[in-house]
């Protein structure tokens, strides 16, 4: 069931992030006067549609992607001379148009892509949510390492100690985790000072530290974990856990004999995959065992926030932090700022991957499968634990995506929207071009998309079959 979950939810949303693409697309070319031949959601053979005023909008049997084909824009090898000039004189053809009219339409569909993003983020803020999250008290990756990613020992390194509860970093308050992820990763690597409460003391110490980059992600990181308790808030039904007769609320005290102190205990545990988990839970003040046999996803590796649920069903119980729901104007603040964060930390990944490189390829790419995948499992992820936290995982994974999509389409390559922008502007400087210059324009930048889709399936495939 979760599996076609994943697929429902990952096929929709992607669908969704270009279908938003092609209609700003699409908007951009109705107020500039250029005809669209056809609107369609998918690629390959049309399952169903209609056309209406010289515009055929359908739905096609590949779901993955989508276009907006705009009158008298493509090119072929055996286009003429004079097909070209009847292009350029035609109305209501691209070709047609004048230069900043061509601009507006090429960059209006990365342009919807990113405000889209803006509306969903205002949108979940004037909602509300409640956060699950944990407090930020810290495990060291070093004394519980996980999955394949080389252990980071710069916390470790510094005199950080699992336990640790972090109150400050460079005199920014720190409530959650997920305030020392956000704020190492805006540190860009640079040292930062902890202030940090030990446990069993009530001293306030003051560490420097300073990240390391993860050789994987590009991103600087100090190596620690999030503490959980290893009490059970959520429980799959059906799930391997739940068969095994563990409920919401039960403590896990040992698994095959290993004390589990924490979550990232039982993480480091199960990285090993081994086969069945002899568990001691205490329940009502009460010590219980069980046998539980795991569900492991080779997809989806120990790091994951998804892993438990994926292995046992089951996820562990945090803190609820409720976000009131603000107005619509400083929802819209709020969404831009949200917006311009992602958009930062994207550029910043690129740079990374840039200049000190990535050590494989499904480091680097992600193909449409596995982005597919990823969107399903946030969404399913976030329905897991509740409505509201699905809505707003889902959401706001789509608004990544989506801004991601909206920024690779403004680079200056050519036949996407950046390139696109190029082309008009030489055609503007260059009043006499040819229509061979312009297929050939069009050739290399197809050639350069090829190349990068069959780097991003080969990343899909061995991702999934570890080649």
């Not at 938003?20 to 908007?27: K, R």
């Not at 993955?64 to 055996?78: A, S, T, V």
């Not at 990181?221 to 799959?236: A, C, N």
Request: a neutral charge.
């Amino acid at each position: 069931m979760d599996l076609l979950l994943i697929i429902i939810f990952g096929v929709f949303g992607l669908s969704f992030i270009i279908f938003i693409h092609e209609l700003g697309h699409f908007i951009a070319a109705k107020i500039s006067g250029v005809g669209v031949e056809t609107f369609s959601i998918g690629f390959g053979k049309k399952l169903v549609g209609f056309t209406r005023k010289g515009t055929t909008y359908q739905l096609s049997m590949i779901l993955l992607g989508g276009y907006c084909k705009l009158k008298g824009e493509m090119f072929k090898p055996d286009f003429t001379e004079e097909d070209f000039q009847q292009a350029k004189e035609e109305e209501g053809s691209f070709m047609a148009a004048s230069t900043p009219r061509k601009i507006f339409i090429v960059i209006a569909g990365p342009l919807a892509n990113i405000l889209c993003a803006i509306l969903l983020f205002s949108f979940i803020s004037m909602a509300g949510t409640d956060i699950h999250t944990t407090i930020p008290k810290i495990v060291l990756f070093s004394e519980y390492p996980a999955g394949t990613e080389t252990p980071v020992m710069a916390a470790a390194s510094a005199g950080l100690k699992t336990g640790d509860v972090v109150s400050e970093i460079d005199n920014k308050k720190v409530g959650t985790y997920a305030d020392i992820q956000r704020i190492v990763l805006a540190g860009e690597g640079r040292t930062m000072t902890f202030e940090v409460t030990r446990e069993g003391s009530d001293a306030v110490l003051f560490i420097p530290v300073t990240p390391e980059t993860n050789e994987e992600s590009g991103r600087p990181m100090i190596g620690i974990w999030g503490w959980y308790d290893p009490v059970i808030g959520f429980l799959r039904h059906g799930g391997p856990a739940a068969g095994a007769g563990l409920k919401s609320g039960d403590r896990i005290i040992s698994v095959n004999g290993t004390t589990i102190p924490h979550g990232a205990a039982l993480r480091t545990l199960l990285s090993g995959r081994p086969e069945t988990l002899a568990v001691a839970y205490e329940r009502d003040g009460e010590v219980f065992n069980t046998a539980v046999t795991p569900e492991y996803n080779e997809a989806i590796q120990p790091e994951s926030a998804s892993f438990f649920i994926a292995a046992l069903g089951i996820d562990f119980k945090g803190v609820v932090i409720h976000t009131p729901p603000v107005d619509p104007a400083t929802a819209f603040v709020q969404g831009v700022g949200k917006t311009v964060y992602v958009f930062s930390v994207i550029v910043k990944a690129v740079e990374t991957i840039a200049t000190k490189g990535v050590r494989n390829i499904t480091d680097l790419f992600a193909g449409p499968v596995r982005i597919t995948e990823t969107i399903g499992q946030q969404a399913v992820s976030g329905f897991s634990v509740g409505i509201g936290d699905g809505i707003k995982s889902f959401l706001e994974f789509i608004c990544a995506i989506s801004i991601l999509l909206g920024l690779m389409n403004l680079l200056p390559i050519p036949v996407v929207d950046g390139g696109q922008v190029v082309l008009a502007v030489i055609m503007r400087i260059k009043k006499k071009l040819t229509s061979r210059f312009v297929y050939r324009y069009q050739y290399v930048g197809i050639v350069i998309i090829v190349l990068l889709t069959i780097l991003a399936f080969s990343s899909d495939f061995l991702y999934y079959f570890r080649v």
